[in-house]
């Protein structure tokens, strides 16, 4: 199966933006639903974007219109473009991959996010 690093992370200001990357290898991403969750201390995971194979994303309502979900089968990398970061966007940010319909199995190691005042 495909096997995915997550990078990208950092720490910006209010306002600010990053860009995290999801690189695939093994295997192609093309085929597969795949998904940016986040984790912040103390909370529960939260998935903040989707995308599926024919690209049709979804998105949480509360970075709806900031993060941009997209897949470049070509580079078999998965973005997430996230402008206008809160503070409260900090968290731990993984990519998740799996087959449309079926509990995601494949798991990026995270990368940190935190969002200064």
């Known amino acids: 199966q495909v096997q995915l690093a997550d990078s990208g992370g950092g720490s910006v200001q209010a306002g600010g933006s990053l860009r995290l990357s999801c690189a695939g290898s093994r295997y192609t991403i093309s085929g597969y639903c795949m998904s940016w969750f986040r984790q912040a201390p103390g909370k529960e995971r939260e998935e903040v974007a989707r995308?599926?194979?024919?690209?049709?994303?979804r998105y949480a309502d509360s970075v709806k219109g900031r993060f941009t979900i997209s897949k470049d089968n070509a580079k078999n990398t998965l973005y997430l473009q996230m402008n206008s970061l809160k503070p409260e966007d900090t968290a731990v940010y993984y990519c998740a991959a799996g087959f449309c319909g079926a509990e995601y199995n494949i798991w990026g190691q995270g990368t940190q996010v935190t969002v200064s005042p």
């Open positions: 995308t599926d194979i024919l690209g049709r994303t």
